[in-house]
Structure formats: C-alpha cells, structure tokens
C-alpha cells in the first residue's frame, strides 16, 4: 500500500502521503471502538474474529479495483549486498527511532496511565495519543509544505520531548493527556515523510526501498515495548518513558545528516 501511495504521490504536486497514514490511524481508532463495543456485548472472540476477517476480505475486493496498474518499477528490485546506501540507512535509523517511539507507545501509555497518572480509565492516555496521531497525519502534509521537510524532522523531535517531560514530570491527570497529545503530534507524521523520501531513492525502486526500510521500522517495534518493560523492572516506568525522549532527541541529528545528501 505504502508503494502504491508514493507512485500515486508522484502525480500529485502537493503532498498526500500523511492523509493515508491518517485513515490508517482513523481505522484503528475505529477498531478500538468496534472491539470495546463487541466486548460490552460479550460478543465471543471467534464472533469478533470472523467480523474483521469479512470486514477486511471485503475492503480488499472493493479497493483491488482501484489500484494503480502497472506500478512495478523496471529497476532497483534486487538488494545489493555490501557497504550500506547512505541513503536508506539514514532514513532506516529515522524510523527505528519513530517506531520504538511509536510501538513502546502502543504498548505502555495505557500502562502508564494506570500505574504511574493512577487513573481507573487507564485506556484514554492510549486514545488520547491515537487520536493526535490522526490528526498530525491528516495535517502534516500542509505541514511539510509550508514550512519544509526538514524543519518538520525538527518540530516532530520538539514535540516528542515536549510530550515526554510533561508526562514524566508531571505525571497527573491533565497535564498527561496534554503530553500523550504531544507525542501524538510528533511520533506521527516522522514514518509518513520518510516513506515520501524512499520514492527519491537512486539505488533501489520505491516498493524495495520502503522494504528495506520498514525492515528497520519492524525492528524499532519490537524492541521498542520490551526495553521499555525491562527498564521499568530496572528503576520505575516514569524513567523508562526516558527512553521515547532519546529518540526524539536522535532525530534531529539523523534528518541533519539525510538532507547533507539531499544537498549533494
């Protein structure tokens, strides 16, 4: 999908990728209302299950159709083993440390939310930042194009950290949600952008590049969540959350060096 949106992108002149990590966030906000409705009703979870399976099966036959055709590049399928492209390295270090941000979030707001703000409706700190990461992803394309790709890069580390030291030093009610919010707005439009720069790849089709890519990505997701668990045990999830305040500090430094070689 994130192939087809970047050869869709190059017929546009204005940016589009964020609105289709919008919806992409749109539809898991819808999943987490669909599955706490199904769960107020004690719907079965094979009921649950066979409801998503006919949801999906139907969405993907009507929106085959639609499909660009003809979408395969002619070059740039085949990896080439060796000195890392600079290129793609830079852009995969970038969504590592967007995805630990983003995984470890997925996996512990709510956590925090109840062990460390002591709130019983321990599921808003969750909601709270999907539902900015929506809304960062439908706007970050006006975003990018008023004030640049790069200085996006920037603002996104500035939120993130923004978010994380008003969580962890101000660990109560309000001022949490306002920094789940934060991170919301930061985390979300970092993936879109760098999916919109693997298009510019020299070395490697746009559908190798971002598999490449999202290799790195997969990476940050998985140990995202469970440094986060074993820092906790260490010392307290409050010094953990430390942890999304490093990656956010990290992307400044990594999108300097990506658009040193877009200057090239």
């Given at each position: 999908m994130n192939t087809q949106t970047i050869t869709l992108q190059k017929k546009f002149k204005r940016k589009i990728i964020g609105s289709f990590h919008g919806i992409w966030s749109a539809g898991g906000l819808t999943g987490v209302a669909l599955c706490?409705?199904?769960?107020?009703?004690?719907?079965?979870?094979?009921?649950?299950?066979?409801?998503?399976?006919?949801?999906?099966?139907?969405?993907?036959?009507?929106?085959?159709f639609y499909l660009l055709k003809n979408?395969?590049?002619t070059s740039g399928n085949k990896i080439k083993f060796g000195k890392p492209d600079p290129f793609i390295f830079y852009l995969g270090i970038l969504i590592f440390f967007a995805s630990v941000c983003e995984g470890g979030m997925f996996d512990w707001s709510s956590v925090y939310f109840k062990d460390v703000v002591g709130e019983e409706i321990f599921t808003l700190g969750y909601f709270t930042f999907m539902v900015f990461m929506a809304i960062s992803r439908f706007s970050s394309d006006r975003v990018i194009e008023k004030i640049g790709m790069q200085k996006s890069y920037y603002l996104s580390a500035i939120l993130i950290?923004?978010?994380?030291?008003?969580?962890?030093?101000?660990?109560?009610?309000?001022?949490?949600l306002v920094g789940f919010s934060l991170i919301g707005l930061g985390t979300a439009a970092v993936i879109p952008m760098i999916f919109i720069s693997a298009g510019d790849s020299t070395k490697y089709s746009a559908g190798m590049a971002i598999s490449i890519i999202s290799t790195y990505g997969i990476l940050g997701r998985l140990l995202g969540p469970p440094i986060i668990g074993y820092l906790a045990e260490l010392f307290s999830l409050k010094l953990a959350f430390l942890l999304f305040l490093g990656c956010g500090i990290m992307l400044i430094p990594f999108s300097r060096s990506l658009f040193k070689l877009y200057q090239k």
């Open positions: 706490t409705l199904l769960l107020k009703f004690n719907i079965s979870i094979a009921t649950h299950m066979l409801i998503v399976t006919l949801f999906t099966f139907t969405g993907a036959s009507v929106a085959y979408d395969r590049s950290v923004l978010g994380i030291a008003t969580v962890i030093l101000l660990p109560y009610f309000w001022p949490a």
